[in-house]
Every structure is written in structure tokens, then in C-alpha cells.
């Protein structure tokens, strides 16, 4: 199978199976902007016009410490233990 490659300005979301918390996001998965590997993070949230999604972007490379491949963290706990 060849190997999957991201596309610049490009990403993908999945639900987050494992949250735990209202603040853990509901959506979570990654992208490539400007040549750099980011999280996703994304929340349903309901505003006067209707629902719609809250993003948050992250460096992957701040992401030391925790899973990598494609595995986003729980929280945003900067102490890996």
C-alpha cells in the first residue's frame, strides 16, 4: 500500500472517540500549513445563528512527551507524567 502523504493547506478530522471532558475537543486530527505539521483540535459549539465549530491549531513539534503518529493528547498538560 503506498504511503499516505498530506497535501499542503490540506488535513483531516476525526470524532474523538476518547473524550473524557467538555473541554477535551470533539473532533481532533491534523494538517499541513506552510510546510509545518499541525493538530487540529475542533469543538460543536451553539451561537445565535446555529451550531458551528470551534477550531484550534497546534505545532506537533510541542508536542514532546506525548503520543506521536498521528495521536493527538488528552489535554493540554504540558508534564508528561
Do not use: V
Not at 498530506?6 to 486530527?29: A, I, V, W
Amino acid at each position: 500500500m503506498p504511503k499516505f502523504e498530506m497535501k499542503e493547506l490540506s488535513g483531516s478530522l476525526f470524532k474523538n472517540e476518547r473524550k473524557e471532558k467538555d473541554t477535551h475537543p470533539d473532533y481532533r486530527g491534523d494538517c499541513l500549513i506552510n510546510g509545518q505539521a499541525m493538530w487540529i483540535s475542533a469543538w460543536i459549539k451553539k451561537g445565535k445563528n446555529g451550531s458551528f465549530m470551534s477550531l484550534a491549531f497546534k505545532p506537533k513539534e510541542d508536542t514532546q512527551g506525548r503520543r506521536q503518529a498521528g495521536k493527538q493528547a488528552e489535554d493540554d498538560d504540558p508534564i508528561p507524567f
